[in-house]
């Protein structure tokens, strides 16, 4: 049931949207605080840059969903990529905007 709800989320979260740009503080707020990818994650460290190797759409999609694939239904996950799908859970439209706002820079 988590796996299909998370499934279904990404694809709400992934899918491409004509509002505006996220809030670049907001993202950074959210990074870290609420979402506490500051746990695994430095913006200045293995995130450096990656703005500029994405465009806003695929950072959205490799955010969501990080990794080469996403492992299916009963594979066996890292613990990074069983954190990634508990937080789409969690994630607002917002949140998404605000982080790619943020990771873009």
């Not at 499934?7 to 992934?14: G, K, T």
């Not at 990818?37 to 465009?55: N, P, V």
């Not at 759409?57 to 694939?69: H, I, V, Y």
């Amino acid at each position: 049931i988590h796996f299909l709800r998370q499934q279904a989320r990404f694809r709400e979260l992934s899918r491409p949207t004509d509002t505006p740009p996220g809030d670049r503080a907001a993202g950074e707020a959210f990074f870290n605080g609420a979402a506490n990818c500051r746990s695994c994650h430095s913006a200045t460290g293995d995130l450096a840059g990656i703005g500029r190797k994405y465009d806003p759409a695929k950072l959205r999609e490799r955010l969501l969903r990080p990794g080469p694939a996403m492992p299916s239904e009963g594979a066996s996950w890292t613990a990074g990529q069983a954190a990634h799908l508990r937080l789409l859970e969690s994630y607002t439209p917002a949140n998404v905007q605000d982080l790619v706002a943020y990771l873009s820079r």
